[in-house]
């Protein structure tokens, strides 16, 4: 079975400043999603960014980008420039290609964000 | 267009008593995924529609736990005789397809369960 770890459990950064949030998986597949996800106080999950394990390059979303390492099994998320909106839990998830449709989640980091 | 929806918003209960948490997906999306988010035990998959049926419901904890999806659309996950540690947030999500194809789920804002 899949696992996926996240061993920050909190993070702070001032505002405007960059913050890396990291994940690490485990799977013998070799396709593959992953995903992060912000999950701020008012409990609703949004898509921050994901990333296909065939493809290569880096996944960006504006002030928003990974670091795939397929390798090494690594895929951390940097925000760059923070915002006070940037504060929240960041979730961590894998979703096999094929086969169950599940998204296997990490414990999650929370984010502060300091004026 | 509307995002998925979930209703209650919050629902407390008594140990013992049945309760029905109810899913409205965005229109169009076929699959349907239930999750429970407790402090214990993170994010947890519990059951995964693709129209009507439900090829993979190996995450429902027990036989308190059913769910079912009715004309593709609102899905309804009930638990019977509750117990306090089935106090969570209960998340619905919907993505266009599940057929091992691949799709974002998006996600509704949760029903948070509080069992007394």
């Known amino acids: 079975a899949q696992t996926v770890t996240q061993s920050q459990p909190e993070m702070s950064v001032q505002e405007a400043e960059t913050v890396t949030l990291s994940c690490t998986y485990d799977?013998?597949?070799?396709?593959?999603?992953l995903f992060w996800y912000k999950q701020p106080p008012s409990r609703q999950m949004i898509l921050v960014i994901r990333?296909?394990?065939?493809?290569?390059q880096n996944a960006t979303e504006n002030r928003f980008s990974v670091n795939f390492q397929k390798a090494a099994k690594s895929f951390s998320l940097k925000i760059s420039d923070s915002q006070l909106g940037d504060a929240a839990m960041y979730f961590c998830?894998?979703?096999?290609?094929?086969?169950?449709?599940?998204?296997?989640f990490g414990k999650g980091t929370k984010l502060t964000v300091n004026p | 267009g509307a995002g998925v929806s979930q209703s209650p918003s919050n629902k407390v209960t008594e140990k013992g008593k049945d309760v029905e948490l109810r899913c409205d997906p965005i229109?169009?999306?076929?699959?349907l995924y239930w999750y429970r988010q407790s402090l214990g035990q993170g994010l947890e998959f519990l059951i995964y529609?693709?129209?009507?049926?439900?090829?993979?419901k190996s995450g429902l904890p027990s036989d308190r736990f059913s769910a079912e999806r009715t004309g593709g659309s609102v899905s309804t996950l009930t638990i019977q005789r509750t117990q306090q540690e089935d106090s969570a947030v209960y998340l619905c999500?919907?993505?266009?397809?599940?057929?091992?194809?691949?799709?974002?789920?998006?996600f509704g804002p949760g029903t948070r369960l509080l069992v007394l």
């Open positions: 999500a919907s993505s266009l397809v599940g057929t091992g194809g691949y799709e974002t789920q998006y």
């Open positions: 990333q296909e394990a065939y493809k290569q």
């Open positions: 229109s169009g999306h076929t699959a």
């Open positions: 799977t013998s597949e070799s396709d593959y999603y």
């Open positions: 529609f693709q129209g009507n049926s439900a090829p993979d």
């Open positions: 998830a894998y979703l096999s290609q094929g086969g169950s449709e599940k998204l296997v």
